[in-house]
């Protein structure tokens, strides 16, 4: 089965999702603002960071939906990326816990949404060298994975500077 079909991606989101957020609901409120999650950022900021993505991937399957593949932004490089990554984490920074959370959850149903709602063509639409389908997974199920095992080394930093 290809990586890129609607039913493996909503089966990966479905099972990654569950994981990520579970996790994210086992961090203490005063924990969130405590760097080194991914570098400098604390949690906060890496939430940022993920909500943005998962906005965009809800944003580009939807337009290619829609047929407005015109709309959607490709970053076109590096230095665009850590723009778009730096604006996403101030975000997060900036906004509380709770708030963030809900966010994330919003983010995460608008790109699911959008996916049961594009046709299996579309996914296969090829946008700066990546597929739909491919750069959707990216953003989301593959991002959450990603963004998990960082939170786990983090969470396992902690223990033992704390002991």
């Keep these: 089965m290809s990586t890129e079909s609607r039913e ?15 996790l994210l609901d ?28 998962a906005e965009k991937a809800a944003h580009d399957v939807k337009a290619v939906a829609e047929g407005r593949v015109d709309d959607i932004k490709l970053p ?17 920074k900036s906004m509380s816990a709770g708030d963030l959370k809900a966010e994330l959850t919003r983010r995460h149903e608008d790109a699911r949404t959008a996916l049961e709602e594009v046709a299996e063509a579309g996914l296969a639409v090829q946008l700066g060298g990546w597929s739909v389908g491919l750069r959707f997974a990216e953003d989301t199920y593959r991002h959450y994975r990603e963004h998990a095992e960082q939170i786990r080394a983090w969470q396992r930093q902690l223990e033992t500077t704390e002991a």
């Design 8 to 22: 493996h991606l909503l089966k990966r989101m479905d099972e990654e999702w569950p994981q990520f957020k579970a």
């Design 76 to 92: 076109g490089g590096q230095t665009n990326v850590d723009l778009w990554n730096a604006e996403a984490a101030a975000r997060g």
């Design 26 to 53: 086992s961090i203490a409120e005063d924990e969130m603002d405590t760097p080194g999650v991914v570098d400098e950022w604390n949690l906060k900021e890496l939430l940022g960071h993920v909500i943005f993505w």
